[in-house]
C-alpha cells in the first residue's frame, strides 16, 4: 500500500519568515496530494490540494509544488503568521483508481511553531 | 450548514464495556470514514463506507465494529474496549462523486480514554 514521509516533525520559525514541509510517498498510482492544518482540539481542515497533472498551486501566503518523477510533494507558507502554528498534514490518495475509494494516507504530521 | 458532527466529545470508560462514536453529516456524501490519531503515527484509518449498508476495512480494524444503515450517519463501535483505544478519533466525509478524491471534510473529534 502507499507509504507517506513527512519532514520535519517539528519546526519553529520567526514570525515573517517562510516555512517548508516536505513529504514523499511510495505509490506512482496516487493522484491527489491534500495538505491539512489542525489546530489544538479541532479536527483536521483542508488547506490547499494539488493533483497529479498540476506541478504548483498557490493560494494568498500558501502554495504546493508536486514533482511526480522524484514523487514528493511539498508545503510552502510564506510571511508566517502566529496563527499559522498548527500541526500540518500531508496526504496521498488514488482516488477511485484501483478500487481504493478515495481513501487517503497520511504523513505523520509537522507541528509547526511561528514565534512572534 | 452543520455537516459533520461527532458525539460525545468526550469519553472515559472502562477496559471490556462496549463504546459506541457517533458520526453525522448533513450533506448527503456517499463516502464516510473513521480514523484515529495517535502520537506518533498521525492518522490511522479504522474502517470506511462508500454507502449505505457498505463498508470496509481499513488499516487499522482489529477491535471495531462499523454499520451504516443510514447515509447521514455512520457509528463507530468497540465492542470489548482496550487501553491501547485510548485515542482521539475523527470522522470524515467525502462526496464521491468523481473519479478523482475530492476534499473530505473532518469532524470535531471524540476524545476516548479507556480505564
Known amino acids: 500500500g502507499e507509504n507517506v514521509e513527512q519532514h520535519p516533525s517539528t519546526l519553529s520559525v520567526q514570525e515573517g519568515d517562510s516555512a517548508v514541509i516536505k513529504c514523499t510517498y511510495s505509490?506512482?498510482?496516487?493522484?491527489?496530494f491534500p495538505w491539512y492544518k489542525q489546530e489544538l482540539g479541532k479536527g483536521p481542515q483542508l488547506i490547499i490540494d494539488i493533483r497529479s497533472n498540476v506541478g504548483e498551486k498557490k493560494d494568498q501566503r500558501i502554495a504546493v509544488t508536486l514533482n511526480k518523477t522524484a514523487k514528493h510533494f511539498s508545503l510552502h507558507i510564506t510571511e508566517t503568521q502566529p496563527e499559522d502554528s498548527a500541526v500540518y498534514f500531508c496526504?496521498?490518495?488514488?482516488?477511485?483508481?484501483?478500487?481504493?475509494?478515495?481513501?487517503?494516507?497520511f504523513g505523520k504530521g509537522t507541528l509547526l511553531t511561528v514565534n512572534p | 450548514d452543520a455537516g459533520i458532527t461527532q458525539s460525545p466529545r468526550y469519553k472515559i470508560t472502562e477496559t471490556g464495556r462496549q463504546v459506541t462514536l457517533m458520526c453525522h453529516q448533513t450533506?448527503?456524501?456517499?463516502?464516510m470514514f473513521w480514523y484515529r490519531q495517535d502520537l506518533g503515527h498521525g492518522l490511522r484509518l479504522i474502517y470506511y463506507?462508500?454507502?449505505?449498508?457498505?463498508?470496509d476495512k481499513g488499516e487499522v480494524p482489529d477491535g471495531y465494529v462499523v454499520s451504516r444503515s443510514k447515509t447521514e450517519n455512520f457509528p463507530l463501535t468497540l465492542e470489548s474496549a482496550t487501553r491501547s483505544q485510548t485515542s482521539v478519533y475523527f470522522c470524515?466525509?467525502?462526496?464521491?462523486?468523481?473519479?478523482?478524491?475530492?476534499?473530505?471534510?473532518f469532524g470535531p473529534g471524540t476524545r476516548l480514554t479507556v480505564l
Open positions: 496526504a496521498a490518495s488514488r482516488g477511485l483508481s484501483g478500487g481504493s475509494n478515495y481513501k487517503l494516507t
Open positions: 505509490d506512482s498510482a496516487s493522484n491527489y
Open positions: 470524515a466525509s467525502n462526496k464521491g462523486t468523481s473519479f478523482f478524491t475530492d476534499t473530505q471534510y
Open positions: 450533506w448527503s456524501h456517499s463516502y
Open positions: 463506507s462508500a454507502a449505505a449498508d457498505i463498508t
